[in-house]
């Protein structure tokens, strides 16, 4: 039905990821962590805090530190420090020789206080920002996703009825994102991503 992007690339150092009952980087305390649990269930919050590990968790992904906790942009959401959330690219090129600037592509996700889930992306947007938009949204824990024009994207799949999703059949959420329908379907796409299914009728 969508699929969306994940976090930093693990070589970036700012969180862990486990998946399929296989530790892949080491959980980090404290860390924004995405949850989804077995029943389909997916929430957002910090690691050792708001979720932790239990029999039901098949997956969690980490990324820098939480966003919006309490329904509120965080403190270090506000900080003039926005480098801490991530390099970015400069206004026209992505080359490492150009300075990065503060409002460029970012996303998020979140939960709000009955259990529904968040996504958030756009362009120009600080850190704080990005905080104010999924508060705005009803969001009472959330975190950023990647960052830079190359990496956010969200897609929603229209099969046919019994069908599956493929690029035909996939929707941008902005026209703008550089990534498409075919990303997620395209081998060479070295990026982990979250997808999210319909239940089978039963």
Request: with cysteine; glycine share 12%.
């Amino acid at each position: 039905m969508a699929a969306f992007n994940g976090g930093f690339q693990m070589k970036d150092g700012t969180g862990g990821y486990y998946t399929e009952r296989r530790m892949v980087d080491p959980l980090r305390p404290g860390a924004a962590s995405l949850v989804i649990s077995a029943d389909g269930s997916v929430t957002v919050g910090a690691w050792g805090r708001d979720v932790t590990m239990t029999p039901h968790v098949v997956s969690v992904r980490q990324n820098l530190v939480p966003l919006v906790a309490d329904g509120r942009p965080t403190v270090a959401a506000a900080s003039r420090d926005w480098q801490a959330w991530g390099s970015t690219c400069g206004a026209t090129s992505c080359l490492h020789s150009v300075p990065g600037i503060e409002h460029q592509w970012r996303s998020g996700v979140g939960v709000t206080a009955d259990g529904a889930l968040v996504y958030v992306t756009g362009p120009a947007l600080s850190p704080l920002q990005l905080a104010e938009l999924l508060a705005r949204a009803g969001v009472i824990r959330g975190m950023q996703l990647d960052i830079n024009p190359a990496w956010t994207v969200f897609i929603t799949y229209h099969p046919a009825a019994g069908g599956f999703a493929a690029p035909a059949n996939g929707s941008k959420l902005l026209p703008a994102t550089v990534q498409g329908p075919w990303t997620f379907f395209t081998a060479s796409w070295a990026r982990d991503f979250v997808t999210m299914s319909a239940r089978t009728a039963r």
